[in-house]
């Protein structure tokens, strides 16, 4: 079964400098990958996924994450982060083929200081 | 917007209770999904059910269950409820089974068990 860590469970960074946030795997092959952003009191919103193709995905709102294989990660980066960006954000993981169901990480909570 | 809906938004039901939480997919989507998410466990995937069908189960205690009504809305049925029981209850939904698809969110219902 795939697995997902995120090792930082929370992230301070000042507004207008640049965020990544560490999301590793653990899975047989090449895996289906996802970033979900849930602000207060809301659902998760997908940032962007990774299938097959470029390993450098661009999303939503600014944000990229860089799928590597020899590393198993899938980090998220945005080179300016707003005050808006506060949220919780989700890796997730999903197996290629079966029932296919996203395990998702403990999620990183982002704060930005003004 | 998802185009996920969830009812009721929020409850607060006393322990032992029943209570029901509805899903409307998106349209067009065959596949809902329901999570659990609590500060413990993080997100955790209950089961998932396609075109009527339960497809896959995760960690869905037996006093829970769920089904996919012909209109493709779903209820997740909660009894004999226990304190720990209080969480935020996700819905989802992606257009098939889930291979390689996206899988969208709804807000949630916040169920809070006194």
């Known amino acids: 079964a795939q697995s997902v860590t995120q090792p930082d469970i929370h992230i301070t960074v000042s507004e207008g400098a640049s965020l990544e946030l560490r999301c590793n795997y653990s899975?047989?092959?090449?895996?289906?990958l996802f970033w979900y952003v849930q602000s207060p009191g809301q659902g998760l919103q997908l940032l962007l996924k990774y299938f097959s193709g470029d390993t450098l995905v661009q999303g939503i709102k600014g944000f990229e994450a860089e799928f590597k294989r020899s590393q198993s990660s899938f980090n998220l980066r945005k080179p300016s982060v707003h005050w808006s960006d506060a949220a919780e954000y989700f890796c997730?993981?999903?197996?290629?083929?079966?029932?296919?169901?996203?395990?998702f990480g403990r999620g990183t909570s982002l704060i930005v200081h003004p | 917007d998802s185009g996920v809906t969830q009812t009721p938004k929020h409850l607060i039901t006393a322990t032992g209770q029943r209570v029901t939480l509805r899903c409307s997919p998106r349209s067009g989507d065959l596949s809902v999904y329901w999570y659990q998410q609590s500060l413990d466990q993080g997100l955790q995937f209950l089961i998932q059910y396609y075109n009527g069908e339960e497809r896959a189960k995760g960690n869905i205690l037996e006093r829970f269950s769920a089904q996919q009504f012909p209109d493709l809305h779903s209820e997740l049925n909660l009894s004999s409820l226990e304190l720990g029981d209080s969480a935020l209850y996700f819905c989802?939904?992606?257009?098939?089974?889930?291979?390689?698809?996206?899988?969208?969110f709804g807000e949630g219902s916040w169920l809070t068990v006194v």
């Open positions: 997730a993981v999903g197996a290629r083929g079966g029932s296919y169901i996203p395990t």
């Open positions: 899975y047989g092959a090449t895996p289906y």
């Open positions: 989802a939904s992606s257009v098939d089974r889930g291979n390689g698809n996206t899988i969208y």
